[in-house]
């Protein structure tokens, strides 16, 4: 019997090549986006997942207001809930950054990007396997480090590296573990040291700067509600209410008012997918654009199994006389099932093979769109594919199967068949369902280019058009204090200023495109504003063309700029609702400072963020604002450019910093990266387009053309009787152009109403206009009509005869 | 009426030439009922459907109504075919998914003829071939008969100046064979021409004239007596 089906299945193939290969085509375009979806989705729900207390190591979460939640918490939290509740096991703080570090052994250098400052707890939390040494004693004191295996082999090669001694940030460590870095986390440490106690312990009393990653280890995770309890009581006793004291009014007021800080914690597992914070140091998983992808590969799944469908429907009406015949010889309904089920299976299996050959060939660029390295070999992606194999199998071939199965071998062997009606609501019913997810993708991805357009061409209040932005590190060790950290920068600039060329030098303590550093809040009469930070240098204001709409500049002129000075930016005033604000008094982190003007708004985030309400100060103003001058901006004569950065490149290694490689960008090239990923969404979008549209075509195409043979009959009767090319053109077309009409109406709601949603992501977003809508209408009907005439006009032409006599 | 000289058919496919019609000469004058008999492959069908404009000739004239037909081009033959030409086919070749109306209206929308008067013209010729009660039916809901009647009807409604006949009776039993059969006869007294190709002796007696084929050529020519009897009947 089989190689019965098989003889049959390869005629059949070979009787059809174009619509099966479009068929095996369509099927594998659409598993190789699912096998996509998938390896990115297996990836993002991969992290911690290895990890034995992922349930039961939390993250404080701290709710600021509203919407914003922070992944920092402050100095005391972390021993005050250790002793109020007697649910947590432990605590542990982290950095919440990556250290960028060389480190020295003897007279070799390696840097090192991936550093991570801890307690001493790190690897009871994270529990790596270790090589040398143990987890337990890995980091018992500040002079104490782990090394990765790769970092290890990098510093002594094949030597052990147990007990070694290193320097970091001219500080002596030794050696204490080796842990292997191979399974994924929301820390991927290349090295821990524990400076953190020391941190800790400078910050005790600080309940309000919250500058840490807290996690807590609880002995059973259901209690989570408690100790959020026991956090809620403490950031009362400690923070509203001597806040409100300090403001003289009872707490209840305070809160009414300012609002609270209300913790939340997150479990281990649920952070790189479902936090609510900004992320830890590994950032978050985009799980928006996770599950747009996931939906968007099973919609085109969904879609070419609806054209595999079709087309083995209409075809399956062809084959009518043969499953007639088997009928009558005797074949059950369940044998005529099994065989066709069995077609569909081979050409799945050709399908999946052709599907892993794409993703093979591309997913090196894959790869460079997530900034992944992803890789098409794990158990688990085949146990995937086994089980998309038999979904698959069974939604695109069991239809079809009982469609056959039932044919009336009466009626087939009659002969009239051909022509019958059966199953053409189902097929119809898909087409429109085609053209409505068609219209869907073009809707859609003419919004999202809108919407990037509209960032592109966005006035960004500032020019960064051919202004220098030098990375300078802090060189000096964790110990200098501000001041001198300003006067080593001021000797720089002057330097810098000799060089010929250079025009202006300013540092600031930001970068345009990454938002501010940080965050501190004030108090104006009754109003709370979150002020984001802008220390800046003399002069930087203006290099970078940011307007000023009321008051000056700093000016050095003025002795009082740089002690209490301030400037603020249209949010800003428009919070503080004063219509005079210039030389206006605030009291800002328990300092006086009087606002000496206003700037114009402009983004220091990506521009797809709302502005910020910002404080402008000069570094001189905040002494601890100097540990923030990582940038220094330079303009310089654009014609000599290129000689005057090899000048200051030049200068930099010799005499400011020669280990680290002297790293420098244009402002507004650093700025456009930052909303690079919202750019690769709308290139992914357009990608998934025309792949859509791609298929939706080739799905009219086949119906198309099924159902004009089907028609042909009635087409050479017309023909006989007079009608003319162009009438039956329009007979031929109209239905199509009926069925995208209803498909587009279907689209129009659900492309409203998620790519709203989508717009939502942006503070500065297009509305959403009839253009599109009217954009895909037309190139919908365009497509529809360029398919459907091709195959009727051939219908027009063919000769009349063979249909009148011979059916 | 229609005047062929010498027209020629020739089938080719990769291996052979196949003759259907070799140099076949006809003349058929206005109000003639000629039938066509021969075995299969004789090329009476050939010959049928270039005389029906379906089909075009390698070879020879042929003349409509005096208008040369053999190398005209796909537009023109469509305008002389749908102006005067009327099919009858053996499978009816009705829409099954039109109505029997709306099948019998066709011609007239393709002939642009204005919406009242085809509704005027439809029930007038579904009252004389007595269907008027099947006009909403659909093909597929008739006896075999009805249904060749209603493409009767449909050859008709346009006053064709020729009506062309394949094998009317082949798909009917001899009852219905025979009512079509009269029909056409009383068409024919009523002053029709008619070309009729048929398999069945009976058939063709109802016809004045029989032509013979075999192999793409004309064998003979015969004039039938039971013509004179429906002459006769007709004038009565």
Redesign the interface.
Known sequence: MLKNWISIFIFQVKNNKLFTALNVLGLSIGIAGLIFAILYWNDEHSYDQWNPNKENVFLVANQMDPTTYWASSSAPIGSAIKNTSPEVESYCYVNGNYDNEIIHYNDKKVQSGKIVVAQKNFFDYFPYQFIEGNAKTGLPDGNSICLSEDLAIQLFGNESAFGKKIVLQNQTLVVRGVYKLDKKSVFNPSCVVNFMDLRVKNTIQQWGNFQFILLLKLKNPTDAGLVEKSLSKIYYDNMTAPRAKFQGMTPEEFIKKFGEVKPHLESLSSIRLHTKTGGLIEGNGNYQLLLIFMGLSILILILSIVNYVNSATANAVKRAKEIGVRKVIGASKTNIILQFIFETAIILLLSILISLVIVELSIPYYNAFLEKDLVLQSGQLYLQLVVIFIGTVITAGIFPAIYVSNFEVLKVLRGNFIRSKNGVWLRNGMLIFQFAVAAFFIIGSYIVYQQIDYMNSKDLGFNGNQVLNISYRNIYGEKIDGKIQFDKYNNIKNQLLRIKGVKQVAGGGFVMGSGAKSVISYHYKDINIDGNNVPVDFGLLEMMKIKLVKGRYFNPQYSQDTINSMLINETALKLLNEKDPIGKKINWDGKEVIIVGVVKDFNIGNPGEAIPPMSIFHFKSIPWFSGLLNNIYVTADPKTMQQTIAAIENVWLKKVDSDYPFLYDFVDKEYKRSYNSYVQQKNLFSLLNLIVILIALIGLFALASYSIERRMKEIAIRKTLGAETNILLKELCKQYVVFSIIGFLIASFPAYYLLNKWLENFAYRVSISISPFLIGFTALLLLTLAVVLSRAYQATKVDVLRYLKYE | MITIKKLSKVFRTEELETKALSEISLTINQGDFVSIMGPSGSGK?TLL?IV?L??SASDGSYQLLDQEMVGLKE?LK??A???NIG?I?Q?F?????LSVYDNIE??LI??NVSASERKSRVNEIARILNISHRLKHFPQQLSGGQQQRVAVA?ALINNPKIILADEPTGNLDSKNGNEVMELLTDLHASGSTILMVTHSDYDASFSQKTILMKDGVILSEKQNHRNVDVLVTSKN
């Open positions: 069908s459907n029906g379906l089909d537009k469509a305008k075919r749908k102006e099919f086919f499978n070749n009705l829409i099954d998914e066709l011609p393709y002939n449909r």
